[in-house]
């Protein structure tokens, strides 16, 4: 799966994007950043208040509780505000 960061997302993580496979037992969102922040440091960082992320799968926003079958990318981003 590709991953791809933006915002302080990515400021926090050290990386713009990353190519990664999931372990069987990570199904969702949520268990993604679960599994993200476990990581390393850089991830805990980035991941430590999952309530203020924003998760598209394959460019379409969802829910922490969307499952992730066939998705082939997330991208992890800051809320954003409109001007």
């Known amino acids: ?8 997302v990515r400021e926090r993580v050290g990386l713009e994007a990353e ?8 199904t969702t969102v949520a268990g993604l950043l679960d599994w993200l922040a476990a ?13 203020t992320i924003r998760v598209a799968l394959d460019q379409m926003h969802v829910e922490h509780d969307a499952p992730l ?3 082939r990318e997330a991208a992890f981003f800051p809320p954003m505000t409109g001007g």
Do not use: K
């Open 1 to 8: 799966m590709q991953l791809r960061y933006f915002a302080w």
């Open 19 to 26: 190519e990664i496979d999931l372990p069987e037992t990570v």
């Open 39 to 51: 990581r390393d440091d850089a991830h805990a960082a980035a991941f430590a208040d999952r309530g």
């Open 69 to 71: 079958t066939g998705a």
